[in-house]
């Protein structure tokens, strides 16, 4: 009776890190089995919050936040919770090298238009939020900053200038969001979470290990993040 989560509908949508794997699992998955929600979960691994790049070597155009959320609207528009997730992927296509395929973009304080750039990160992102808090006024809707993820450390850079942008970006919105990277102590760097030299297989099976490799969570990780998550959900 006191639960505000119980039997709610959540909706969910991110790259790898939100859609998690097989025997790992996933955020959404956790919360919702504890609260007994209605979820659903569009998160797909390699996915930007950009629209309109290639996912390598395919060709086939990557999963995009943006390009997903009038989907998720038609699919769920009485969702009560609308939880986002993104921005590694963005960040990583310049960390390779590949600086023709996203731009990062940039966004007016003032504007409020809704006429974005959705093939730029900063674009893409306020035309999500713009879309988000017309489709579902008045609903919980939330965004997620991963937790630190390396372990080369230029590549941190990159990622937290990223996650920098699109926290003032939900300010600018007023989209609440947790800041993982800085809000808990994982950490890739720190050899107790992470063992770069195992195999991702060999970290997953260890049971003190966070990460697989250095980047994305084991089950552990999964455990210790979603409690922190559903924490912050339940203040949304």
Request: glycine share 10%; with cysteine; charged share 25%.
């Amino acid at each position: 009776m006191d639960n505000k989560l119980y039997g709610k509908t959540i909706i969910w949508d991110g790259d790898s890190i939100c859609g998690g794997g097989i025997g790992r699992g996933n955020w959404a998955r956790r919360i919702a089995d504890r609260n007994s929600m209605i979820c659903k979960n569009y998160a797909i691994g390699g996915g930007t919050i950009a629209q309109g790049y290639p996912l390598p070597p395919s060709g086939n155009p990557r999963h995009s936040v943006s390009l997903t959320l009038d989907k998720m609207y038609e699919e769920y528009p009485d969702a009560d919770y609308i939880i986002l997730e993104g921005g590694t992927n963005d960040a990583d296509l310049i960390c390779d090298g590949r600086s023709d395929n996203v731009v990062l973009g940039d966004f007016d304080l003032w504007d409020f238009s809704g006429n974005y750039n959705k093939e730029t990160f900063c674009g893409a992102l306020e035309s999500i939020f713009f879309r988000a808090v017309n489709y579902w006024a008045g609903k919980k809707i939330g965004f997620i900053i991963a937790q630190k993820m390396g372990p080369v450390p230029e590549h941190m850079v990159r990622r937290r200038f990223y996650f920098d942008k699109a926290v003032e970006i939900c300010r600018k919105w007023g989209i609440p969001y947790i800041d993982l990277w800085n809000g808990c102590y994982l950490n890739p760097l720190l050899e107790s979470m992470y063992d770069s030299s195992k195999t991702p297989e060999e970290n997953t099976a260890e049971d003190k290990c966070f990460y697989t490799d250095g980047q994305h969570l084991t089950a552990k990780g999964y455990d210790f993040t979603s409690e922190i998550l559903e924490a912050w959900i339940r203040t949304l």
